[in-house]
Structures are given as C-alpha cells and as structure tokens.
Nanobody, 118 residues
Framework: QVQLVESGGGLVQAGGSLRLSCAASGSLFSINYMAWYRQAPGKPRELVALITSGGSTNYADSVKGRFTISRDNAKNTLYLQMNSLKPEDTAAYYC????????????WGQGTQVTVSS
C-alpha cells in the first residue's frame, strides 16, 4: 500500500507561483513513475507532468516552460513548481504513483486546490 498526501495549494494571482508537494509513504520500492494530474470543474482529469524512476520528465503542452516536476528520493516527496500561473491553471491537483511490474498499481492522493485569480 502507498499513501500520497498533497499540500501547497492555495489562491494566487495570475503571474504568481506555487509549489505543490506530495509526501509518499508505504511500499515505495517498485515505483515506475510519479505524476501530477489536475481536474477543473466539468472537465476530465488531465496529466500535467510526469517523472519516471530514471528521472525522465514529460509535461503537458499547456504547462511546458512554466511548471517543473521534481522529486526528493531521500524525503519520498514529489514536487510541482508552478510559475507564471494563469487563471486556466485553476483546478484540483492530484498526485499519482504507478507501481509494480507485470501487474501495475495506481495510487492517488486526495488532491489540493489551486485557484488563480485574474
């Protein structure tokens, strides 16, 4: 079992910055990747950024150049640094972990709200 707890959301003006954190605990020895997703009201959940166990990263086109995903393995913590925030970034942000080999398991955090005012 893996537990994921997000923090760092809040209200920020357009152009501002926030850093989200996701503290992971439990059986973390077979993580394939960790990711941030977001979901705005009335819209499907979408991938924002992903980082593999090898450190490779991938970003949604809408956040490239503004958001940075990183991790601190010693602290078992995933981060999302969000700069130059826009009102369209407003959403609930969720941490996700993908574990396992031939059988994969996905875990989600409870989410943290990010609201960007114009």
């Amino acid at each position: 079992q893996v537990q994921l707890v997000e923090s760092g959301g809040g209200l920020v003006q357009a152009g501002g910055s926030l850093r989200l954190s996701c503290a992971a605990s439990g059986s973390l020895f077979s993580i394939n990747y960790m990711a941030w997703y977001r979901q705005a009201p009335g819209k499907p959940r979408e991938l924002v950024a992903l980082i593999t166990s090898g450190g490779s990263t991938n970003y949604a086109d809408s956040v490239k150049g503004r958001f940075t995903i990183s991790r601190d393995n010693a602290k078992n913590t995933l981060y999302l640094q969000m700069n130059s925030l826009k009102p369209e970034d407003t959403a609930a942000y969720y941490c996700n972990a993908d574990l396992g080999g031939s059988i994969r398991y996905g875990y989600w955090g409870q989410g943290t709200q990010v609201t960007v005012s114009s």
